[in-house]
């Protein structure tokens, strides 16, 4: 969406109240989200109100695909609606909507392209879209539609959409996601893997939300072809528990998660492990908190996200059982969950205090630089705080030394030269 406005002449303003369009990314996966939303939606339309009448504001994604006709009925300000799948329509879509004359050359005349694209080192890659997955709790095969991969074409225009300037930050983390990533299959992630493996500023590649079926055992052995895949896996389990993964629909055998984290660590001894779990799901029981208390204890599980269940009308879940644990009871049991796990970590995050790690800088701010390892993906993983360095960039790799662990991230020093 970003690519396709600038590419068309539009420019980003760096005030809300300034822009003539104020365009709200939205998600409609649960309830929280729909909440935030709706106080987005209202937020912005107050500062339109407050501030620059002459602003249209418009919802896109999700939710405004979800929730179409509600919105309507229910918030008839908004100027504009667009649903998933026509981000990159949306310069024609405003153009017919407002009479503006697109101009494909005025953004990379003024630079806006290079300037507002490549401030930061990595990028997202979409490889697929959609999912035919059948989970008990989600709501996303009915807002996105069943798995559709992309084509290689598509991947070589994202690649020029990204591509930097000379000057500008380096795109040295690359980073593939989709909603069921390890469902494109073997051969053609391993495509994937090697048409981006042989871009020469691309250190980095990084896989994200792949469903835990066997297939992942075997693209564990690419990790050995191509090196720059670093050492992380991102697998959410959603649960451990026979009984409710059964309810669930999802995968039930436990035995082959750890068939799993036991063959990441032997393909690569530092990879770290990120797993999510839905704590608060129709029919669980304390018995069942109790066997992912267990499983935490005997496997080694770095990164832990920890969802509280939203009992959405249209999932399965939704519509035939009833959300029988208050928010209360699901809040302490993702309490109890995320204790222990705060506790389980501090042995592994010992172990990695005064090593020395080479670190890709994310950002340079005032009075300090922000850097992250091979084994943290950006926004959602652990970040090293470093002391300003004159000469430092984004995109630099540094090594440094990881001094001191805070509750997630690291304060840390600088112990070597920068690799640019």
């Known amino acids: 969406m970003r690519s396709a406005l600038l590419q068309n002449g539009f420019r980003l303003s760096n005030e809300p109240q300034q822009a003539d369009f104020l365009l709200i990314n939205s998600c409609s996966f649960i309830r929280e989200a729909q909440e935030e939303t709706i106080a987005t939606v209202f937020e912005s339309l107050k500062l339109r109100d407050s501030k620059n009448k002459k602003m249209k504001v418009g919802l896109i994604g999700c939710f405004a695909e979800r929730f179409s006709e509600n919105v309507k009925t229910e918030i008839p300000e908004l100027d504009f609606m667009v649903g998933t799948g026509k981000y990159h329509e949306?310069?024609?879509?405003?153009?017919?909507?407002?009479?503006i004359e697109l101009n494909a050359h005025a953004a990379l005349q003024a630079g806006d392209m290079s300037d507002s694209q490549n401030k930061l080192p990595y990028a997202w890659f979409r490889i697929a879209q959609?999912?035919?997955?059948?989970?008990?709790?989600?709501?996303?095969?009915?807002i996105r539609g069943s798995l559709s991969p992309y084509d290689a074409s598509s991947l070589e225009r994202q690649w020029s959409e990204e591509s930097r300037s000379p000057g500008s930050t380096p795109l040295r983390e690359v980073i593939l996601v989709s909603q069921d990533t390890i469902s494109q299959g073997?051969?053609?992630?391993?495509?994937?893997?090697?048409?981006?493996?042989?871009?020469?500023e691309v250190q980095w590649?990084?896989?994200?939300?792949?469903f835990p079926d066997r297939r992942v055992l075997k693209l564990l052995d690419l990790f050995q072809e191509f090196p720059k895949l670093v050492p992380y896996l991102d697998i959410p389990f959603q649960h451990v528990s026979q009984r409710m993964l059964e309810k669930m629909k999802r995968p039930s055998d436990t035995g082959l998660f750890k068939e799993i984290l036991a063959k990441a660590v032997e393909v690569n001894p530092s990879t770290e492990i990120r797993t999510s779990l839905i704590l608060g799901f129709p029919g669980e029981e304390q018995e069942d908190v109790e066997t992912i208390r267990t499983f935490l204890t005997e496997n080694t599980i770095h990164k832990l996200a920890l969802f509280?269940?939203?009992?959405?009308?249209?999932t399965y879940a939704g519509d035939h059982f009833t959300d029988d644990l208050s928010d209360d009871?699901?809040?302490e049991r993702i309490n109890d969950i995320r204790n222990l796990h705060l506790q389980l970590r501090q042995?592994?995050?010992?172990?990695?205090?005064?090593?020395?790690?080479?670190?890709?800088?994310?950002?340079?701010a005032p009075g300090e630089i922000i850097a992250r390892r091979p084994q943290d993906a950006p926004e959602i993983d652990e970040i090293v705080f470093l002391p300003f360095k004159k000469g430092i960039k984004p995109g630099d790799f540094v090594q440094a030394s990881l001094d001191t662990p805070m509750e997630y991230d690291w304060m840390g020093s600088f112990a070597d030269q920068i690799t640019t």
């Open 329 to 331: 009871q699901k809040i």
């Open 90 to 99: 949306l310069p024609m879509i405003l153009s017919q909507a407002y009479g």
């Open 308 to 314: 509280r269940y939203s009992h959405e009308t249209g």
């Open 186 to 200: 073997i051969d053609e992630l391993r495509n994937i893997i090697e048409f981006f493996s042989k871009k020469d």
């Open 205 to 210: 590649i990084r896989l994200q939300y792949l």
């Open 130 to 142: 959609g999912c035919s997955r059948h989970c008990a709790f989600c709501i996303l095969p009915k």
């Open 347 to 364: 042995q592994h995050r010992s172990d990695l205090t005064g090593t020395i790690q080479e670190l890709l800088v994310d950002e340079v």
